[in-house]
């Protein structure tokens, strides 16, 4: 898997993704800094897609997912984790601002990115693979992964076993999938509820355990931008070997935490009722800011701050057993949260590839399953497996979204 994930995401795909991130932002006049001011209103549905897509974004990968980042990359790789998410903010606002507008002129039941690849580029071939590339990363990166890391953080508490984890995961996603015709309908009214609890409730505890420890937030983002640009372990390339995984890896991790580029929020902003591609744009700019600016680095400063090299071992040595439960029941929470999220992206990915199909059970008897089996399964293989899945959402996005932006006046 590494070797697979050394060639995919090696200089070719680093290099695509920064370049289109410095055209998309120059192309949106510096989204960046501009963002708040674009940020209007709209319908009563915006909250539902705003919550849905920071739900599928703020899974495990703030958490277990930027510790894996940080251990495989050292802590320069939270320097190019932000990277990825400036970028990814202007990525995030053209994928957006471009399916707002194309919503517009096609007003179709099937929106998102296959809408603007196959009217764009008019190409239903290229469409169709990110569709088929999206129904795998909601099994494998939105529901196996996130289980999972949450079979990850209970059975490191002694709690339960990886099995009944599974069944539990499963059981929680169907509860709420299985409650209505359409899953993204469950999920969305689910997401906007549980979204800002959960977050709120992570943020501060890691603010707290930052705090207790009295360590210099000065000397942890010094550590962070010194090892970034590190020339230890040199391989005889520009920065190095150590400097090349480091930006690997937290572009990987970037982007499997915030999803900038892959076009996946634009699945559910569609149905979001945003008064302006503009706005719909910039709420997903937001989104990229508050998932991997704010939540991931709180994650890497609790990391730095504790010299431990996970989440729950940072908190049970702060806090004890308790200091387990509280992470344990985070991150079960941001499973299940990203788990709804992506059930949602892969039932409309589903609708595009079967537009005739009249019924999604089959879709959720399948993604329930997936989170039944995920329980035993290593979080590491499945991390790399879905940076593979996201090559494939990442290519045709990209293209269509750098191509029309080129052609637009």
Not at 112 to 130: D, V
Not at 254 to 272: K, P, R
Not at 288 to 307: E, H, K, N, P
């Amino acid at each position: 898997m590494d070797a697979i994930n050394s060639i995919l995401w090696g200089p070719f795909t680093i290099c695509v993704i920064l370049i289109c991130g410095i055209f998309h932002t120059f192309r949106s006049g510096f989204i960046q800094l501009r963002f708040p001011r674009l940020l209007g209103g709209g319908k009563g549905s915006r909250s539902r897609a705003v919550m849905s897509a920071l739900a599928a974004s703020m899974g495990t990968g703030n958490i277990t997912g930027c510790a894996a980042a940080i251990s495989a990359g050292g802590a320069g790789a939270v320097f190019w984790m932000w990277i990825s998410a400036l970028l990814g903010m202007a990525l995030a606002y053209s994928e957006n601002r471009i399916g707002g507008d194309y919503n517009k002129r096609y007003p179709e039941k099937i929106k998102g990115p296959m809408l603007y690849i196959e009217k764009g580029l008019g190409s239903k071939g290229l469409a169709m693979l990110y569709a088929a590339a999206c129904l795998c990363a909601a099994l494998i990166m939105g529901c196996m992964s996130q289980t999972a890391a949450m079979s990850e953080a209970v059975c490191e508490q002694g709690i339960l076993s990886p099995e009944a984890v599974g069944i539990i995961a499963a059981a929680a996603a169907g509860l709420v999938i299985f409650s209505s015709e359409k899953a993204a309908d469950a999920a969305m009214n689910t997401a906007e509820k549980l979204v800002p609890a959960m977050g709120l409730l992570y943020a501060g505890g890691c603010i707290f355990l930052i705090i207790l420890t009295g360590c210099s937030l000065k000397e942890m983002f010094g550590q962070i931008i010194s090892d970034a640009f590190s020339f230890r372990a040199a391989a005889g390339g520009l920065f190095g070997a150590s400097v090349s995984r480091a930006v690997s890896v937290g572009l990987r991790r970037g982007i499997f935490s915030n999803e900038a580029g892959m076009g996946s929020s634009v699945l559910v902003h569609s149905d979001g009722g945003f008064d302006s591609p503009e706005s719909m744009g910039a709420w997903a700019a937001f989104e990229v800011f508050l998932d991997t600016i704010i939540c991931c680095t709180l994650t890497a400063l609790v990391l730095l701050a504790s010299g431990k090299e996970t989440i729950s071992a940072a908190f049970v040595l702060c806090f004890g057993k308790s200091g387990g439960v509280f992470i344990c029941l985070c991150v079960s929470l941001f499973a299940w949260a990203a788990m709804l999220g992506w059930c949602c992206y892969g039932e409309k990915a589903l609708d595009f590839l079967f537009p005739n199909k009249r019924s999604s059970i089959p879709y959720k008897i399948i993604f329930c399953f997936c989170a039944a089996i995920a329980g035993n399964i290593s979080t590491a293989f499945l991390f790399g497996l879905s940076d593979i899945i996201n090559v494939f959402l990442i290519f045709p996005n990209l293209i269509a979204v750098t191509l029309i932006s080129i052609h637009e006046k």
